[in-house]
């Protein structure tokens, strides 16, 4: 997958990031713990001198001698203690995550005072705390449900605090990208352009704490894996198999897990789903975990006297809905197909094959389902199964974006060809 077209270093202050500093020094001291000079040696900020959007006009434009985020200090930002006490926040509440946290939660408890946090990783969580709190509490679930399944898994102390410090750490980099086109926002509605700011966040995430931190490289290799694919569906590289680190396949089940619990449907159940929905993308020990917790979470859930139980759709209802799935599928691959046939270009060619790629990967996920076959369906599974359509659906219609991505800037004839796929990955009702 190409990467959009965009430089991506610290020698200038990047904009989005710069802003939510600024916004986060409203309510918290942030100061510079050193002079500030440009590249030509003019000093733009004294150290410990208060941050203000004096700063950001001083900044517009300005290569720097340093990158700004190592010029800065958080005074009364996050620490380990009140990272304690986020995460025994979380623990505290119910949510869908506490049938995979509780079992592991004093083990993580007793890790999280233990996690260092560099000056750099320091600011920036401590400005996404102030001024996108959001991002914040996605971190912490992030930290505490990759510990959770390295304990669970039986990983020592060391792995186990990697495994936290990447949860923490995976999504900095989407504070290099326009807030619009944040993941909470979600990466389930962002339309193929905006979709092009997104997928660039683990890259920048990474490079930003190989470059500008202490961290060892595992973590921030694995930062930059947390949206791969074991089948190389993913982004931003597409990396397949051996090339995802282990770390990095940890952080993709957990991110895809936090994903799902951020949807309309927030329950482990729907997370398993996604996980299992096509055979191959995820390490499969890890998504035994997910799927364990949700068996619990079932259990638990049945045997609530005080839940109301909401009326499922009948097998009719989801056998004609699978229906017009599976012609979905069909009539995408047979224009897919079509189409590569006549096409020369090699950006659209690229497209295309990315595009039938994908559509293969749904089409083994269909057929593993068992849903082609309308017996399948009965009264006792429904929930389930409309489950699995509803997330071969959204992987139909975001096959769009990655195909749009891939192909970048067309000629009008070739855009008109792409056309023609996309209109075919949208044409289904849901």
Same mark, same amino acid.
């Given at each position: 997958?190409?990467? %959009? ?5 610290? +020698? ?39 941050? &203000?959007?004096? /700063? ?26 009140? /990272? ?31 996690? %260092? ?5 320091? /600011? ?59 993941? +909470? ?34 973590? &921030? ?11 190389? &569906? ?26 799902? /619990? ?11 789903? +996604? ?13 035994? !975990? ?49 189409? +590569? ?70 000629? %009008? ?16 009702? !849901?």
């Amino acid at each position: 997958m190409n990467l %959009p077209a965009r430089r991506i270093d610290f +020698a200038t202050a990047n904009p989005h990031a710069l802003a939510t500093i600024l916004e986060a020094s409203q309510t918290k001291s942030i100061i510079a713990s050193r002079d500030i000079f440009d590249i030509s040696g003019t000093k733009l900020w004294a150290r410990d001198q208060p941050v &203000s959007h004096a /700063l950001q006009r001083k900044l517009l434009d300005r290569q720097l001698r340093s990158p700004l985020e190592a010029c800065l200090l958080a005074e009364d930002g996050v620490t380990a203690q009140s /990272l304690l006490w986020c995460t025994e926040a979380l623990l505290a509440r119910p949510t869908p995550l506490s049938a995979l946290l509780m079992p592991q939660a004093s083990r993580i408890l007793r890790e999280v005072p233990c996690l %260092p946090l560099h000056a750099v990783a320091q /600011l920036l969580l401590t400005a996404g705390q102030a001024s996108r709190p959001d991002s914040f509490d996605h971190a912490v679930q992030g930290m505490a449900l990759a510990g959770a399944l390295m304990a669970a898994q039986g990983g020592s102390s060391v792995e186990l605090r990697l495994a936290m410090l990447g949860g923490l750490l995976h999504d900095l980099g989407e504070m290099y990208i326009d807030p619009r086109y944040g993941e +909470a926002d979600a990466d389930r509605r962002l339309d193929a352009q905006s979709y092009a700011h997104l997928v660039v966040h683990p890259h920048v995430g990474s490079l930003l704490l190989a470059q500008l931190t202490d961290y060892p490289a595992t973590v &921030s290799r694995a930062v930059a894996e947390h949206h791969e694919r074991l089948d190389g &569906s993913g982004y931003p590289h597409a990396l397949k198999r051996d090339a995802v680190s282990p770390l990095g396949r940890l952080l993709a089940v957990t991110e895809a897990t936090l994903g799902v /619990l951020r949807g309309e449907t927030p329950a482990l159940a729907q997370a398993s789903i +996604a996980l299992r929905v096509v055979p191959g993308e995820f390490e499969l020990s890890w998504v035994g !975990r997910i799927e364990a917790a949700a068996q619990t979470e079932r259990a638990s859930q049945a045997l609530d006297p005080a839940r109301e139980a909401c009326p499922a759709p009948s097998a009719v209802d989801v056998q004609l809905r699978l229906a017009r799935l599976d012609g979905a599928l069909r009539a995408a691959q047979y224009r897919a197909d079509a189409l +590569a046939a006549g096409v020369e270009t090699p950006a659209l060619c690229a497209a295309i094959e990315l595009a039938q790629f994908l559509l293969g990967r749904l089409r083994t996920g269909w057929y593993a389902s068992g849903l082609w076959n309308a017996e399948a369906v009965d009264e006792q599974n429904v929930t389930e199964v409309e489950a699995v359509e509803d997330e071969l659906f959204y992987r139909l219609h975001a096959i769009e974006r990655a195909a749009r991505l891939c192909a970048g800037d067309l000629s %009008p004839a070739d855009a008109d060809r792409l056309d023609l796929l996309c209109d075919s990955l949208r044409a289904v009702p !849901r």
